[in-house]
């Protein structure tokens, strides 16, 4: 009987080594994936279609002049492919690494859309409120997701411009990756 018993502790001895170690290279193989920065879990973190991604922005025309950018704390956030975003910005992101900045520039096709003169619409003054005063470059909403920028005032009219700002410009989106879901 002492014989089993001591047999048997025996091989409890040698199965909590063997489980020690495997356990101990289990995680030493996390950490190590951990400390490349570029690994989650065993895979690489780079984005792809039905991530939520984090991004710093920046958008400018072609010529440099700012138009907007994120606040710092304050990362845009949206769904890779869910078309929230211009077409062309949801493509640079994708690929993209954790951290990795890119500057790209898109074409109005691809970011804002084609200018259309059909959205510069005519109102006559004497149909507006009294109390309205049109002044140029002013940005108004006409109703829940319809607005336009005041491009022009005459006597009798007022021209309002329902394009986007960007419409029909190459715009140039610096990015920096700094969440991936």
Do not use: W
């Amino acid at each position: 009987m002492k014989r089993r018993i001591l047999a048997l502790t025996k091989i409890l001895i040698k199965i909590s080594i063997m489980f020690i170690v495997m356990g101990g290279l289990v995680l030493l193989n996390g950490y190590l994936s951990k400390a490349s920065g570029n690994e989650k879990e065993g895979k690489n973190i780079i984005v792809k279609k039905g991530n939520k991604v984090k991004i710093y922005y920046a958008v400018s025309i072609k010529d440099g002049a700012l138009f907007d950018k994120s606040k710092a704390g304050k990362p845009l956030e949206f769904t890779v492919g869910s078309e929230q975003m211009p077409r062309g910005l949801d493509q640079a992101v994708r690929g993209m690494k954790l951290n990795e900045r890119k500057k790209v520039t898109v074409e109005p096709k691809d970011a804002y859309g084609k200018r259309n003169d059909d959205l510069v619409m005519k109102f006559a003054r004497a149909e507006l409120p009294e109390s309205f005063s049109p002044e140029l470059g002013k940005t108004i909403k006409l109703q829940e997701g319809i607005g336009g920028t005041i491009i022009s005032v005459d006597d009798t009219h007022i021209y309002l411009d329902c394009n986007h700002p960007l419409a029909g410009k190459d715009v140039v989106f610096d990015i920096r990756v700094v969440g991936i879901e």
